[in-house]
């Protein structure tokens, strides 16, 4: 399965974004998955994760109450609605596969979207 983020941009504190994960590949449905985040100068983080079905969700508690994740397997695609954001959200997100068990990614992670918010 190879992945493309995209929607990431420049706004201000408390406003909001909605990245999008399109997938290639006939097997996405068939894998949990999950955004993660990268911020300069520090590791990867987990933010969201959501079952092949899509019927459960697992939020990161940074995170928790403002964003939102949600799937697609029609269309190959899963989304992140990020609302209320923080300057500390400020990022490069990834989608990936993800092991629900570890909350860890595997297999392509794409180029990721940048997101940065202002104060």
């Known amino acids: 399965v190879q992945l493309q983020a995209s929607g990431g941009g420049l706004v201000q504190a408390g406003g909001s974004l909605r990245l999008s994960c399109a997938a290639s590949?006939?097997?996405?449905?068939?894998?949990?998955m999950g955004w993660f985040r990268q911020a300069p100068g520090k590791e990867r983080e987990f933010v969201a994760a959501?079952?092949?079905?899509?019927?459960?969700?697992y939020y990161a508690d940074s995170v928790k109450g403002r964003f939102t994740i949600s799937r697609d397997n029609a269309k190959n695609t899963v989304y992140l609605q990020m609302n209320s954001l923080k300057p500390e959200d400020t990022a490069v997100y990834y989608c990936?596969?993800?092991?629900?068990?570890?909350?860890?990614?595997?297999?392509?992670w794409g180029q990721g979207t940048q997101v940065t918010v202002s104060s």
């Open positions: 959501i079952s092949w079905s899509g019927g459960s969700t």
């Open positions: 990936a596969a993800i092991d629900i068990a570890t909350m860890t990614g595997f297999g392509s």
């Open positions: 590949g006939r097997t996405f449905s068939s894998y949990a």
